[in-house]
């Protein structure tokens, strides 16, 4: 059971000279350099995203090891700054794998506690020169996670020569082109994790067709991939869980950017497309529409920034605040994307306009780390609240 009033200071909630100086350097590098065009071009490329970007967001502004510490080659910072790099990254629609590569699997290195693994992949991951993703860590009603028998669908064998990955793991983000895969794996001892550097011949990697084009997923069979353990056994379940509502943290934000950009995009259009000779947005109902977007978009901010300051604290909270930052967020960004489309009068959904990548987004976040349903069915569990037999 979670205390009814959390101890949160509230400057957590509130954003700090140095946060606000990295929004604005980062929202005028990406109106720079990672435009809706440039977006699409680099869609249609090998990795689907701007590599030296990449490589620039890692080495001038230190956005990758943001929240990694200094004795494994980050900033020292915490979750709270890189938040505000993926708020930003959500409001550019930014490809790149940073969900991926610099919450989940940075983040499940360091939660695991093994200092080993840590030293070897994380000075990468801060400087940019490698890229990262987890397989087998969704919730267990979803590809990638258990299968009908609830059994783990990658398995782990130890041999002579160490650890071997076996299974499949399914719509794992940037499976297909990520250098390091962290895999929870089942074992005589129970699930645990792995990292495996995947080579052709022992790892098959298959790419999928999704809605969101600009965070790819791929299908990932291991065919005997050679692995290391990372962490314990006992520690493995309570890394994953942790990793997952960071990950949740993280994916508010990018949604909060995202809604932030549809909203000021469609305010935008409102004010100077004119009809009946005064501009659409002067008429009572377009302005209701808009002020619920915004009232909306306050609500997720808050939301936003409440499982952020638990992720940032390693709160007891997180669970909590992550489970209601996804759902409303979620929400959010459904509703602002929709007034995008709508309000502009359906352009939305032509290719040449933006409005549909950020409706496919929209869509897609809404159930990357499961549903709104299944977020408010774990809140009760989490809030000791008993399900009321049917009526």
Not at 14 to 30: A, C, G, H, K, P
Not at 307 to 323: E, R
């Amino acid at each position: 059971m979670h205390r009814r009033h959390p101890e949160i200071d509230p400057q957590l909630l509130s954003e700090t000279d140095e946060q606000r100086q990295l929004r604005t350097v980062l929202r005028d590098l990406y109106a720079e350099a990672s435009g809706v065009e440039e977006v699409r071009k680099h869609l249609a490329t090998p990795r689907g995203y701007d590599e030296a970007l990449w490589a620039r967001l890692a080495g001038e502004i230190g956005v990758h090891g943001l929240a990694i510490p200094e004795e494994y080659g980050g900033s020292g910072f915490t979750f709270a700054e890189l938040a505000v790099a993926l708020e930003e990254s959500g409001r550019a629609l930014y490809c790149a794998p940073l969900l991926p590569t610099v919450v989940l699997a940075a983040h499940a290195l360091l939660l695991s506690g093994d200092r080993a693994a840590c030293e070897r992949y994380l000075p990468r991951i801060a400087d940019g020169t490698l890229t990262a993703t987890v397989a087998g860590f969704g919730p267990d009603d979803r590809p990638g996670g258990r299968d009908e028998s609830h059994e783990l669908a990658v398995t782990a064998e130890e041999g002579s020569n160490g650890w071997v990955l076996r299974g499949r793991a399914d719509f794992v983000l940037d499976g297909a082109g990520a250098d390091l895969l962290l895999v929870r794996a089942g074992t005589p001892a129970g699930p645990r994790l792995f990292a495996c550097e995947p080579a052709s011949d022992t790892c098959r990697r298959t790419p999928r067709r999704v809605l969101d084009e600009t965070r790819r997923q791929a299908l990932v069979e291991f065919l005997g991939a050679p692995a290391t353990a990372v962490g314990t056994a006992e520690e493995a379940e309570g890394t994953v869980s942790a990793t997952l509502d960071t990950g949740r943290a993280a994916l508010a934000a990018e949604q909060v950017g995202g809604s932030g950009h549809a909203l000021d995009a469609t305010v935008a259009f409102v004010a100077q497309r004119h009809q009946f000779g005064r501009p659409i947005g002067s008429f009572q109902a377009v302005k209701h529409r808009l002020a619920d977007v915004l009232v909306a978009l306050e609500a997720a901010r808050s939301g936003a920034a409440y499982a952020t300051a638990c992720a940032a604290i390693a709160s007891p909270q997180l669970p909590v605040a992550a489970c209601a930052a996804a759902v409303v967020c979620s929400e959010t960004f459904r509703l602002a994307t929709a007034e995008y489309v709508q309000l502009h009068g359906g352009i939305g959904f032509t290719w040449e306009h933006p409005a549909h990548l950020y409706v496919r987004r929209a869509r897609g976040a809404e159930v990357l780390f499961g549903t709104a349903d299944q977020h408010r069915t774990r809140l009760a569990g989490l809030a000791g609240l008993a399900a009321r037999p049917a009526a």
